[in-house]
């Protein structure tokens, strides 16, 4: 009888183990999920700020203008593959987007 304790304590005792393990493994996946998140948004906006840039290197003359499309499309990168914390990345790209975007507008005026 004093085994049939142990034995049903012990599954008990698992039963909880298990709940908690499964329950912080789903915690953990929807932390990583929303990281993820903001490395793919962050790498997505690295391709369209590449892209402009293509598109200004192959549609304009003008010197200036690409040397400052390879400055924005450099820091993009740099801020790509930094340190800081997504969001911030993708906070910084969007700025450097918007900034190519304005470089590429004013160059077709």
């Known amino acids: 009888m004093g085994t049939f304790i142990v034995i049903l304590f012990a599954a008990f005792v698992f039963y909880f183990v298990i709940k908690y393990a499964v329950r912080q ?3 953990e996946a929807k932390v990583n999920e929303s990281e993820l998140s903001a490395q ?3 790498n997505n906006l690295f391709n369209q700020i590449q892209n402009i840039q293509y598109e200004i290197t ?3 003359n003008s ?3 690409k040397l400052k499309a390879k400055e924005i499309y450099d820091t993009s990168f740099d801020v790509l593959v ?3 914390a997504d969001e911030e990345k ?3 790209l969007k700025i450097k987007e918007n900034e ?3 470089l590429r507008s004013e160059d077709r005026i």
Do not use: G
């Open 63 to 65: 010197n200036e203008v």
């Open 90 to 92: 993708v906070r910084q």
């Open 58 to 60: 192959a549609d304009t």
């Open 82 to 84: 930094s340190d800081m």
């Open 25 to 27: 493994a789903l915690i």
């Open 40 to 42: 793919v948004r962050a």
């Open 100 to 102: 190519m975007n304005m």
